[in-house]
């Protein structure tokens, strides 16, 4: 192979590179904003989530019920 091909295979996609930036951007984002909520209100990031559920057509209840399962079984939840 010629030092020409390794370096292309080698260099990553730029259109890969700027999602996968933008989508971490926008998960801490996300997560920074649920973090300050639940420092104003008290409320952690499922319960506000299950809050907002109530307020919209969306049914989640079947999300949290499972969320609720999975951290009680390693004492989150207790």
Do not use: H, W
């Not at 990553?12 to 649920?34: H, Q, V, W």
């Amino acid at each position: 192979m010629a030092m020409s091909e390794v370096t292309s295979k080698l260099t990553p996609d730029p259109y890969k590179t700027f999602s996968e930036k933008l989508n971490g951007r926008a998960a801490m984002l996300g997560l920074g904003i649920g973090l300050a909520v639940e420092a104003l209100t008290g409320k952690g990031i499922i319960e506000q989530v299950s809050t907002f559920n109530q307020a919209s057509a969306i049914d989640l209840s079947g999300v949290k019920g499972l969320l609720v399962v999975m951290f009680s079984c390693i004492g989150i939840f207790g």
